[in-house]
């Protein structure tokens, strides 16, 4: 160990288990690449005032938890701690929105920082894949990503994970439903902070987790109740098609989400598995977020699935992902001869397009066998002076433990005849 650790509330991805979290991010990212997502990447860190205007000022996303940093030059910058303004800001600056394909449709994988309290699911250095449908009001492409990410859990072979779905009204009727909420809470008896929050941002108090706030919120006036026509005929077409799509889903109306830029459908996918850390992933739409941010008006949804949490999902479940090993032929050079052309094997077959390795380092016959047995390759190939004289390799079937000897050029065929 060296002197030092990895920072409080991150940990680092090492071989093997790494593999799941690249086999997690693929598995989200397959269904996106296959239904018109183009690939996004954008910096690890932004003006520290696109968060704050995008996710929020009384957010505790925004309040608390944000890595702030001001350079050199005096700009204030944030380390990201979420996509979806950044991807946004992004698109706009590109221009994208105006290439006349609506919507735009973009998706993402990388690393998020939130200065949050760490426990198990809860990390202060995270990795999510995000999608985001940028410039077209239309609850066909609420379902679909819904639809997508449902894919995705799927085909990681997860069951034990509910989609819980809610709107929360547009810039009509949530006005009119704050107002009522706050008169509701004003109220109550709630602690100082609380009463703060009331007015900043009331629905959050919903979310309050004390049992002694979900008491007094019994009878709460419920956004249901005040949603205007046109949002309750967005959501029942989102609900409709999720339903046709055999995605089945819960009617949440506590869902509020810790972001402020949502509109209409929000939704969030909780695994029964994680304890307090439930949710692996979640999402909305946010047609008011572009404008927030100096854009034009782009009606746009989106979600991020966070991938710690869904390998922790993964192991709260049992599954265990079928990772192909990813070496296919160790070499096992016996002599210094046997280094220099078994080293040229590798480098050919590797040229070939076959998962090759080599025993570096001179460790003797037991200690590269080891590194072979280590490496999971199905075949080993083991030459000593004498195959060189004819020309030949020992080609070892690392499961059936049989051995041929194959010449030196047909290596790589003699190998994927046996692959296939
Ligand atoms: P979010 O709900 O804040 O949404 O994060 C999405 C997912 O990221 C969470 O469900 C969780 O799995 C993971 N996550 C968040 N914070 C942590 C953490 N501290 N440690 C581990 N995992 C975490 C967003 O970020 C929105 N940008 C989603 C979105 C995209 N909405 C519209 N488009």
């Not at 979806?84 to 992004?90: K, M």
């Not at 949603?227 to 009617?251: I, W």
């Not at 003797?364 to 390759?377: F, Q």
Request: net charge negative.
């Amino acid at each position: 160990m060296s002197t030092f650790k990895a920072p409080k509330g991150t940990y680092d991805l090492t071989p093997p288990e790494s593999a799941k979290y690249l086999a997690v991010r693929e598995a989200i990212a397959a269904p996106l690449k296959n239904s018109g997502y183009g690939y996004i990447e954008t910096p690890g860190f932004e003006d520290v005032a696109l968060f704050s205007r995008g996710v929020g000022e009384s957010t505790d996303i925004v309040t608390k938890e944000m890595y702030t940093l001001t350079t050199k030059g005096g700009s204030q910058l944030a380390l990201r701690p979420e996509g979806t303004a950044s991807v946004l800001r992004a698109a706009l600056e590109a221009n994208l929105h105006k290439l006349g394909n609506l919507p735009v449709k973009l998706w993402y994988s990388g690393s998020y920082y939130r200065y949050e309290r760490p426990q198990k699911g809860r990390y202060r250095h995270f990795s999510q894949v995000g999608a985001e449908a940028i410039g077209a009001e239309d609850p066909a492409l609420d379902a679909e990503l819904i639809i997508l990410a449902d894919q995705a859990y799927r085909a990681l072979g997860l069951r034990n994970f509910r989609i819980l779905l809610n709107s929360l009204g547009d810039k009509e009727c949530r006005p009119v439903y704050r107002d009522a909420l706050q008169g509701f809470l004003r109220e109550l008896d709630l602690d100082e902070e609380t009463r703060r929050r009331i007015e900043i941002n009331p629905l959050r108090v919903l979310d309050d987790k004390r049992p002694e706030v979900q008491k007094q919120l019994v009878g709460a006036p419920v956004l249901r109740d005040y949603l205007c026509d046109a949002c309750k005929a967005y959501h029942e077409e989102v609900r409709d098609l999720l339903s046709a799509a055999g995605v089945v889903y819960e009617d949440d109306e506590k869902l509020v989400r810790g972001l402020d830029y949502y509109t209409r459908t929000t939704f969030e996918f909780v695994h029964d598995g994680l304890g307090s850390q439930s949710a692996v992933g979640g999402g909305g739409r946010y047609d008011g977020l572009s404008e927030m941010i100096g854009g034009p008006a782009l009606p746009s949804v989106g979600w991020a699935l966070g991938v710690d949490r869904t390998v922790l999902a993964l192991e709260a479940e049992g599954i265990e992902l079928e990772l192909p090993a990813s070496t296919s032929v160790f070499a096992v050079p016996l002599g210094e001869e046997a280094r220099r052309v078994l080293f040229g094997v590798v480098t050919q077959l590797r040229r070939e397009g076959v998962a090759a390795d080599f025993a570096y380092g001179n460790r003797g016959l037991k200690g590269a066998m080891k590194s072979a047995n280590r490496s999971g390759a199905r075949f080993t190939i083991v030459a000593g002076e004498r195959d060189l004289a004819e020309g030949v390799v020992q080609l070892k079937d690392m499961e059936s433990g049989e051995q041929t000897a194959v010449p030196l050029s047909d290596v790589a065929e003699a190998v994927r005849e046996r692959l296939a």
